[in-house]
C-alpha cells in the first residue's frame, strides 16, 4: 500500500474507533455516574473531534504536487499534528478541573456496577491495537501526524489503567481513589500534548536532522569512488522532509559530462534515505582544497579517511 492509502485508512480507521468508544464510555459514564469513566469519556469525545481533524489533514497532506505546491502538501502535517495537540491540552485541562473540584468537595458516589471495570478493560485493549497501528504507519511513511496520533493512544492506554485502578478503589469504598485517578488521567492527557508539539518543533523550525542520519548523507556522498571530498553540508527539515545541501570535491580535469554523471549518481543516493527530499549537489576541483578539518561536515577520502570516521 502506497503512503496515501495507508495513512488516509489511519484517519478513518482512528475515527471510527474513537467514536465507538466515546459512545460507550459516555453511556456507562450516565449509567455509574464514575468519575473516572467520566474523564476517559471527555478524553475519547475530544479524540473524536480531533480524529475528525486529522483525517481532513491527511487528506490534504497526501495530494499530489501542483503548481502551487511543487514539491507536494506533506509540510501540512506538523500543522495538523499541533491540531492534535491543542484538543490533548483543552481534554486534559477539563478533566484535571473536574477531578479538582470533585476531590476539593469531598463527597463522591460511585456506583459498583460491572459496566465501568468492563469499558475500560475494553478501551484499553482497543486502544493498544490503535497504537501499535498508527506507529507502524508512521515509522514506515514518515507521517508525524501519524506517529502524534499513535502517542495519543500510548498514553489513553495507561489513563485507562489509571481510571480502572479509580473504579475498582471507589467500589471498594475508596470512593476519593475515583476523582484521584481521574487527575491522573488528566496529567497523562496533558503530557501527551507536551510530546506532539516537542517532537513537531523541529519540523516547523526547520532544525537538522538527527546525527545518524547527518552522518549517512555525508557518507553516501562519499561513497562515491570520484568523490574525494565534501563540505558545507548541510541538512534540515521542511516539514517532515530533509532537504540536503552539499559541496563535493572531484579532479578538476574531468570533463562537464563526467563531473554532472558524478553528481547525479550522489543525488541520487543520497535521495535513497527515506527521509530525504530533496538534494542540491554544488561540484568543485578538489585542487582548491575548499575541505576544512574543523568543519564536522567536511571529510577529505583518501588513506586517512577511515581514522577521520570514528
Not at 481533524?53 to 501542483?66: E, H, I, R, S
Not at 532544525?207 to 548523507?217: C, S
Not at 532537504?243 to 543525488?267: N, P, Q, R, Y
Amino acid at each position: 500500500m502506497d503512503r496515501r492509502d495507508a495513512v488516509r485508512r489511519v484517519g478513518a480507521v482512528v475515527l471510527v474507533v474513537n467514536l465507538s468508544l466515546a459512545v460507550v464510555k459516555s453511556l456507562v459514564w450516565w449509567s455509574t455516574g464514575s468519575y473516572a469513566v467520566g474523564s476517559e469519556a471527555v478524553n475519547s469525545i475530544a479524540d473524536t473531534v480531533y480524529s475528525v481533524v486529522v483525517l481532513a489533514g491527511l487528506y490534504l497532506t497526501t495530494q499530489p504536487a501542483d503548481l502551487e505546491h511543487p514539491h507536494g502538501h506533506e509540510r501540512i502535517e506538523p500543522f495538523v499534528s499541533l491540531v492534535v495537540a491543542l484538543g490533548v491540552f483543552l481534554a486534559g485541562g477539563t478533566v484535571l478541573y473536574q477531578s479538582v473540584t470533585t476531590l476539593a468537595s469531598g463527597t463522591v458516589t460511585v456506583s459498583d456496577g460491572p459496566w465501568a471495570v468492563a469499558v475500560l478493560v475494553v478501551g484499553g485493549v482497543a486502544k493498544f491495537g490503535l497504537y501499535r497501528y498508527c506507529l507502524h504507519v508512521g515509522e514506515e511513511h514518515n507521517s508525524p501526524a501519524t506517529t502524534a496520533t499513535a502517542l495519543d493512544n500510548r498514553n489513553d492506554i495507561l489513563t485507562a489503567g489509571a481510571a480502572l485502578v479509580g473504579v475498582l478503589g471507589g467500589a471498594a469504598g475508596y470512593t476519593l481513589l475515583d476523582p484521584l485517578a481521574g487527575a491522573v488521567v488528566a496529567v497523562g492527557i496533558l503530557y501527551t500534548g507536551f510530546e506532539i508539539v516537542r517532537d513537531n518543533l523541529s519540523y516547523l523550525v526547520g532544525a537538522a536532522p538527527p546525527p545518524e542520519l547527518r552522518r549517512e548523507i555525508l557518507d553516501r556522498a562519499l561513497d562515491h569512488p570520484d568523490v574525494h571530498g565534501a563540505h558545507d553540508v548541510v541538512a534540515h527539515y521542511v516539514g517532515p522532509e530533509v532537504d540536503v545541501s552539499l559541496h563535493i570535491e572531484v579532479e578538476g580535469k574531468l570533463t562537464l559530462l563526467e563531473a554532472h554523471e558524478i553528481e547525479s549518481t550522489v543525488v541520487a543516493d543520497i535521495r535513497e534515505i527515506a527521509e530525504v527530499d530533496d538534494v542540491f549537489v554544488h561540484v568543485d576541483p578538489r585542487e582548491l582544497g575548499e575541505w576544512k578539518e574543523a568543519d564536522t561536515g567536511s571529510v577529505p577520502l583518501g588513506a586517512d579517511r577511515e581514522e577521520e570516521l570514528r
